[in-house]
């Protein structure tokens, strides 16, 4: 059974920063990538960021150069930080985790960015 839970969302103003975390524990054995996605109201759930176990990783264009992603292979964990945020970026994110070529997700954490 593997567990995955986010943690660092809230409120902030357009401009201001965030930091997202995820861990991901119980059988993590072999963790291949760890991801981030965002759910806005009536949107699609769609990818912010992707890092695999090597240290690669990939980024949705409307977060590049402002959203950094990074894991502790040691730990299961990764986390998104999140500069100049803008209103669009409010949704809720997901931390996603493949171990094994299965997918786990967590429950979410609410970003909601407003002056």
């Known amino acids: 059974q593997v567990q995955v839970v986010e943690s660092g969302g809230g409120l902030v103003q357009p401009g201001g920063s965030l930091r997202l975390s995820c861990a991901a524990s119980?059988?993590?054995?072999?963790?291949?990538?760890m991801a981030w996605y965002r759910q806005a109201p009536g949107e699609q759930r769609e990818l912010v960021a992707v890092i695999t176990s090597g240290g690669r990783s990939n980024y949705a264009d409307s977060v590049k150069g402002r959203f950094t992603i990074s894991t502790d292979n040691t730990k299961n964990t990764a986390s998104l930080q999140m500069n100049n945020l803008k209103p669009e970026d409010t949704a809720v994110y997901y931390c996603n985790v493949v171990i094994n070529q299965r997918i786990y997700w967590g429950q979410g954490t609410q970003v909601t960015v407003s002056s």
């Open positions: 119980g059988s993590t054995f072999s963790v291949s990538a």
